[in-house]
């Protein structure tokens, strides 16, 4: 499913980070360079490497046409570059001088975000190349920054621990404590969450940091109703601080690199780790998928880019409806209770069922009291549906959690039927002393239960 094709080894110091346009791969390197390839056959190109920066550069990436490049440094300087000449177009200079851990475009190319180890953050014009906004968090270096899919926001950590959230125009709307000892990078899925009541749109949010552990968020704004940050859960399938997280393009994968030397590949929809990744000999500083193409390239401390490609077209097919109704209804994922609105018509919930957090288990147990009272779901035509297709799945739950035949359990009472009979259909049979009472009127079989257990090849 998931094959290493590649390895780039021209860098002279530990790669900080990697980022794909749709032709083009770049890294940069504390070995003060960024160096640019085709994607067509990893050739470097004839204009790379970069030089410019005095000291370590910590960042890089595309405008989203990616024609230009961006990348900031310890000098305290980000600097603009043509993608296919490789010349600088602008350098600008953070205020105060203060090194530049990080720097991100926002989805239409207008501005560019970058953050500094003082806790300043300045929105530059990408066209002027002019400061436009600035802010500064509160305690700690600025280390990770993203802009929403759609623009209207940008989220901050810092080494202190916070998430921080700005609107487009640089004005505080949020903070959340969000690692305890730090965070290291933040992401947005590329993909919105199903919108709820009013046209609300839900982004999906990941960060990372020192304390192992990435945590995922869904973000919901309008200027209707306000902003919220909302925690959904916690990954923790590394043993050491996580440096770098980052979704596919579709948002249905997630990847992490850790100080633990190894890559998880994460289904955010189920949450189960799809892939584990242990090439690399020193820790993983960047990870990041190609916008068009099934690419993942994964950088570290070993002054390496390693470059992996997926064989299947949709990784996540496992994740399907039907699949997902062999799995115990109770273990669903928030995201499969979405995938379940969906399929019964009820996509128009999905938005409120995350925001409530209504997992498996959570769903088993709604009422029409808490579809109406905690939901606020007022549409009686939904609440009636929603409780129907709750009651199917009720009766499911039973024979899937037993792992015990559908065969086997009565259809009305849902219980495991106990030394059951058959019933002829012929009226002398019927009448035969030997026939038994039944403890099924529906389901009855001419057998024994522990007999037909032993036919099918189960046990007690």
């Known amino acids: 499913m998931l094959k290493l094709i590649h390895t780039l080894a021209h860098h002279g110091d530990d790669v900080s980070c990697c980022a794909f346009s749709s032709s083009l791969l770049a890294t940069c390197s504390l070995d003060k360079t ?29 405008s989203p046409s990616g024609h230009i490049l961006a990348s900031c440094s310890t000098d305290g300087t980000t600097v603009l570059w043509s993608a296919h000449s490789g ?21 239409d190319s207008t501005y560019l975000a970058s953050g500094a180890a003082d806790g300043s953050v300045v929105l ?37 621990g916070d998430l921080t959230v700005w609107d487009d ?19 947005f899925s590329p993909q919105p969450l199903s919108g709820g009541e009013q046209g609300l749109q839900f982004y999906r949010l990941a960060s990372c940091g020192q304390d192992c552990e990435i945590k995922l968020w869904v973000v919901s704004f ?9 925690y959904k859960s916690t990954l923790r399938g590394h043993c050491a601080p996580v440096l770098a997280c980052a979704f596919s393009h579709d948002g249905q994968m997630l990847v992490s690199g850790s100080v633990d030397k190894s890559v998880i590949i994460y289904d955010t929809g189920t949450q189960s780790v799809l892939h584990t990744l242990t090439q690399h000999t020193r820790y993983v500083t960047t990870c990041a998928f190609a916008p068009n193409t099934l690419l993942l390239a994964t950088g570290s401390m070993d002054k390496t880019v390693n470059i ?36 019964q018509g009820l996509e128009d919930l999905v938005g409120i069922f995350q925001m409530n957090n209504i997992d498996g ?37 039973d024979s899937l959690s037993s792992g015990i035949p559908d065969e086997f359990i009565c259809p009305i009472t849902r219980e495991l039927m106990k030394d059951p ?40």
């Open 308 to 343: 992996w490609q997926f064989d299947l077209e949709t990784p996540c097919q496992a994740g399907s409806m039907n699949d997902q109704l062999k799995q115990l209804i109770e273990d669903w994922s928030e995201e499969d209770v979405s995938t379940w609105l969906r399929a």
């Open 361 to 397: 288990k959570e769903l088993l147990h709604l009422t029409k009291e808490s579809l109406a009272g905690d939901l606020k779901i007022e549409s009686l035509g939904l609440r009636s549906k929603v409780l129907r297709s709750i009651e199917d799945l009720r009766t499911r739950v």
């Open 222 to 230: 309008t200027h209707v109703l306000g902003f919220e940050l909302k």
């Open 87 to 107: 010349q600088p177009l602008t350098v600008m200079e953070q205020p105060g001088g203060s090194p530049v851990r990080v720097c991100c475009f926002s989805p």
């Open 124 to 160: 530059w014009n990408a066209q002027s190349y002019k400061l436009y906004r600035c802010g500064t968090v509160k305690d700690g270096s600025l280390v990770a920054c993203a802009f929403s899919p759609e623009g209207s926001l940008l989220v901050t950590g810092s080494s202190s």
């Open 34 to 62: 960024i160096r640019l390839y085709s994607l067509s056959d990893f050739a470097e190109l004839p204009h790379s490497p970069l030089k410019f920066h005095t000291y370590a550069v910590h960042c890089c990436c595309f």
């Open 421 to 460: 009979v058959i019933a002829s259909a012929s009226l002398d049979d019927l009448q035969r002393p030997s026939t038994k009472a039944v403890s099924c009127p529906l389901r009855l079989i001419e057998t024994s239960f522990p007999e037909l257990l032993l036919e099918v090849g189960l046990s007690m």
């Open 169 to 187: 125009r640089m004005r505080f709307l949020h903070t959340e404590k969000a690692h305890d000892l730090g965070i290291t990078c933040c992401a």
